[in-house]
């Protein structure tokens, strides 16, 4: 044993959205529900998770691509409306 100690490694996913590797406790995960998309910022939902920054750019990129469709392996359309409502909540400056 050299002595060093060594960084615990940090897990990574790829938002679906802008495609860019982040670390996993930047993004957002969510679940589909009921063919709904549904926030999990606890990341304790049952099911298969996706993953995407919580900004509406990705959210919008995301979307577009159909890319829940390909993350959920469902045929979609996933109703997007309350991750939308969720990440224009948090991407809101707070008021002073």
Avoid at 2 to 28: I, N, Y
Avoid at 29 to 51: F, N, S
Avoid at 61 to 70: E, G, H, P, S, T
Avoid at 73 to 82: M, Q, V
Wanted: net charge positive; proline share 9%.
């Amino acid at each position: 044993m050299s002595g060093r100690t060594h960084a615990r490694a940090c897990p990574e996913r790829t938002c679906v959205g802008c495609r860019e590797r982040a670390a996993k406790g930047d993004l957002l995960r969510i679940v589909a529900i009921e063919g709904e998309c549904a926030p999990d910022p606890r990341g304790t939902l049952p099911g298969r998770g996706a993953h995407m920054h919580p900004t509406r750019v990705c959210l919008d990129l995301a979307v577009r691509r159909r890319a829940f469709n390909r993350a959920f392996r469902g045929p979609g359309p996933f109703d997007t409306t309350a991750l939308r409502q969720y990440v224009e909540r948090i991407e809101q400056p707070p008021l002073q």
